[in-house]
């Protein structure tokens, strides 16, 4: 097996490692998920005994019926693309509070597990269910069947809806496609404390505009129609319900014609925390919920002229009702308890992670290209449990912290000094980046050069390799971000891996230095990365230049090509944004507002009317089954090229969703291209 194609197989590396965890509120056991080989994608659920230090097989999926080829439920198929979830067999759990029983579906059949004795119980529940979470007492399950709520007891008793779609677009429990995709809530439905009520979204997608994919490969299938909410277009109308066990139903009030996005929900002991955003995303508030009425409050609200971020794991609660949230604070992103600032300016928070009775975990940043774990107390402080260069992340309760850990060293998991077997397979590939801060602005960059290359000895093509999006960074310190870039190095190339202006990690003001100029910054960002990594490292040869990049990073491949063929001499863009106005309506309205109120922005960002002056090779690669981007934009652009007669090539994976960054051999196609293009 060529390497591109174990890299796909094992999904970079991944499959065989542990994820997916919930420790117990004693901190007695942790719960999490694990395939049982590297190229396997089934999981499995699994226990780990802290104390111990030993771990058992909790459910086998296997048993079950599950398997690589297993049939899936659209639902669940629309769950795993939003968290890019490829894995087979049991894709998530849930347990109760005292992590006694977790309940899962596998190939849409509801099954529940004794966390002690290891008995697996098939529920009498609807097909095919997806969603499952049992309630914090551990009484009751709700899960979504076709669009409605429903609830069966532990016991597999009392199958019955609490919520049945009330029109021809209606959904009960599910995140509307912009949460899942661009605000990062995957939830639907959240259960009261007690047990005895959900809080429910209600999703109304009528008035959302109607887009059809198809696969070309397999034209007896019929086009799968998506509601898919293009900026400037209808949203989806969400609104939230009380649901009593016992039918009682509650509407939550608040403006929802001035803040039609819900971002986050909370439900914790001291009742429900709402958070809502306006369109135009200038303004986002905190409500709490009565309950027994609907009614809401202002707790908190944050606003910005340009927009609020997202800031996931906030809103929490401390033990005492303290809020955790975070403020905008100059150019800190500060953790907040009860509203006064308790970090420090130049600590990027970037995500809670757990509040652990009076100690906050999260993350945080204060050199971009790592990710270290902290701990918030009154009584200590902020203080970093971290030390190695890396991105780390975690988890904590009962006062058991699991920590992940990525590096250059490699990947693990680490459980009360105890770390967690991992059965991923090894990568033949292993990267040596040189990490590099380039030009005025201080870019953060990590430079490849070929497996036993002395630098200056020859001169060697250039191969940019981008993401260059408000998603995420590339230039991290972790050997895993890094399979690709190393493996094109090898191949004869050097390898800048540069994050531009609008990247996060570096502080509010950096996310926000793009302004809503899509294009000009982020391809200015990439020449000056290059011209001065040429000056910084010996034997860069600026005559042959590629740019590759999957997402915004295909965005940015083309750009660099249709824009600046000076500089970027062949171009491979997968999955790119190439017309702005086709995007999703939350993603594409936070930078560049409203449509109707900033055309010349929504231009400026967009490629067809470039097509004219491609004057470089060009390849485009698109899954066709692709939800998030969908073909239409290397289509419009392919189309656009052939009338302004220009040549170019175009690569349609047939079955490929927008995570079809992961196809077989597709790293060789994309090696040909640049070898031929480049002269190589």
């Known amino acids: 097996m060529t390497f591109p194609d174990l890299f796909a197989e094992t999904l970079g590396f991944s499959y065989g490692r542990a994820r997916s965890f919930r420790i117990a509120p004693d901190g007695s056991r942790v719960l999490f998920l694990r395939s049982n080989s590297g190229t396997d994608r089934v999981h499995h659920l699994w226990s780990f005994d802290v104390a111990g230090g030993s771990e058992r097989l909790l459910v086998d999926a296997a048993t079950l019926g599950a398997d690589q080829d297993a049939p899936m439920s659209e639902q669940e198929r629309a769950r795993r693309e939003r968290t890019r979830d490829r ?50 007492t551990g009484r009751t399950v709700a899960y979504v069947v076709d669009g409605a709520l429903r609830v069966v007891g532990r016991d597999g008793k009392d199958d019955r809806a609490l919520a049945r779609p009330d029109g021809p677009e209606v959904t009960w429990g599910l ?35 109607v887009w059809h994919i198809a696969d070309p490969a397999h034209p007896e299938k019929p086009p799968v129609a998506l509601r898919y909410p293009a900026a400037g277009t209808p949203n989806a109308d969400v609104s939230l319900h009380i649901l009593g066990l016992d039918g009682v139903r509650v509407e939550v009030g608040w403006d929802r014609a001035g803040f039609e996005y819900v971002t986050r929900v ?17 303004v986002m508030r905190v409500l709490a919920v009565d309950p027994a009425t609907g009614a809401t409050s202002l707790v908190a609200e944050s606003t910005d002229p340009r927009w609020t971020t997202i800031v996931d794991g906030v809103p929490a609660r401390l033990g005492d009702g303290a809020l955790v949230w ?46 270290h774990l902290w701990t918030w107390s009154a009584a200590a402080g902020p203080e970093r449990l971290t030390s190695a260069p890396g991105v780390h ?34 990568s033949p590939v292993e990267p040596r980046p040189r990490f590099v801060t380039l030009g005025e602005r201080e870019l953060r960059a990590a430079v490849f050069f070929p497996t036993g290359y002395a630098p200056g000895t020859a001169r060697l093509p250039v191969l940019m390799d981008p993401y260059g999006g408000s998603a995420a960074q590339k230039a991290e310190k972790a050997r895993n971000r890094f399979w690709g870039s190393q493996w094109f190095a090898d ?28 294009a000009g910054p982020r391809l200015q960002d990439q020449v000056d990365a290059l011209r001065a990594a040429a000056e910084l490292l010996p034997g860069l040869d600026l005559t042959r230049v590629g740019i590759r990049g999957w997402s915004a990073g295909g965005y940015l491949a083309a750009l660099a090509v249709l824009r600046r063929p000076d500089v970027f001499h062949a171009a491979v863009a997968g999955a790119p944004v190439i017309d702005q106005l086709l995007y999703s309506s939350h993603w594409q309205e936070r930078t560049l507002g409203l449509p109707a109120e900033n055309p010349e922005g929504y231009a400026r960002g967009s490629l067809l009317a470039d097509a004219p002056h491609l004057r470089r090779p ?3 690669v698109h899954g066709m089954l692709d939800d998030n981007v969908l073909p239409l934009h290397s289509m419009r652009l392919s189309a656009a090229l052939l009338a302004a007669g220009r040549p170019h090539s175009v690569l349609p994976l047939p079955g490929a969703s927008h995570m079809g960054a992961y196809a077989k051999n597709l790293w060789q196609f994309q090696l040909d291209f640049f070898r031929t293009s480049l002269g190589l």
């Open 266 to 282: 909370v439900w914790d002991r001291h009742g429900p925390l709402i958070v809502v955003q306006n369109r135009r995303q200038t």
């Open 618 to 620: 060009l390849l485009l």
């Open 491 to 518: 191949q004869g190339f050097a390898v800048i891996v540069a994050d531009g202006r609008g990247t996060p990690g570096r502080g509010p003001r950096w996310e926000r230095a793009r302004g809503d100029d899509h």
């Open 87 to 136: 894995a087979a067999g049991i894709g998530a759990f849930a347990a109760d509070e005292g992590v006694h029983s977790a309940v899962f579906a596998v190939s849409g059949r509801l099954y529940a597990v004794d966390v002690a004795t290891g008995e697996v119980t098939a529920l009498d529940a609807a097909e095919p269910a997806t969603e499952a979470r049992i309630d914090p």
């Open 326 to 371: 975070t403020i905008d604070d100059g150019d800190t992103r500060r953790l907040t308890v009860g509203g006064t600032p308790v970090t420090p300016p130049g600590l990027q928070v970037e995500k809670v992670l757990a509040v652990d009775g009076p100690t906050v975990l999260f993350t945080g940043r204060d050199e971009p290209t790592e990710r």
């Open 175 to 209: 995140p509307e496609h912009e949460a899942a995709e661009s605000m990062d809530r995957y939830e639907g439905f959240w259960w009261a404390p007690d047990g005895d009520r959900l809080l429910a979204a209600r999703v109304d997608n009528e008035r959302v505009q």
């Open 393 to 426: 992340t975690g988890h904590r309760a009962g006062g058991v912290t699991v920590v992940e850990t990525a590096d250059l060293d490699g990947a693990r998991v680490t459980v009360g000094g105890h770390e967690l077997r991992s059965v991923a397979a090894e």
